[in-house]
């Protein structure tokens, strides 16, 4: 690398340095948590971290809450599979006029029941 890319490399680094001490001072000034650091440089030092271990299998992760474009391309794929006066009847039972109307709390049962088109 020539030097002067070198130099330029340090004064972003600079820069970007500067920018985080001064967010954290006006962090500190008006009384907010100071938020942990995403990553940690490590130097050469320090042991390496050992690793974490899982959670247990006990424990299931949180279950996001569907959105309109999941079920849509759930729902287009079946109506392209040839089922589409059967979505159509879905939509009606969740008492809407079409998908975009749904209440977002019907999702998952909508889900469900597209899901059984076509497999029994």
Do not use: W
Request: hydrophobic share 35%; aromatic share 2%.
């Amino acid at each position: 690398m020539s030097r002067i890319k070198l130099l330029l490399n340090v004064i972003e680094d600079v820069r970007s340095l500067g920018d985080s001490l001064q967010a954290l001072a006006d962090a500190m000034a008006s009384g907010e948590p100071k938020e942990e650091p995403k990553k940690k440089i490590r130097t050469k030092e320090e042991p390496k971290p050992k690793a974490q271990e899982p959670a247990p299998a006990e424990a299931e992760p949180e279950k996001k809450p569907l959105t309109l474009e999941e079920v849509r391309m759930v729902l287009a794929e079946k109506s392209r599979a040839g089922y589409t006066a059967e979505v159509r009847s879905l939509i009606t039972q969740h008492g809407a006029d079409r998908l975009s109307d749904v209440d977002p709390a019907e999702y998952e049962a909508l889900l469900s029941e597209a899901e059984v088109l076509g497999n029994g």
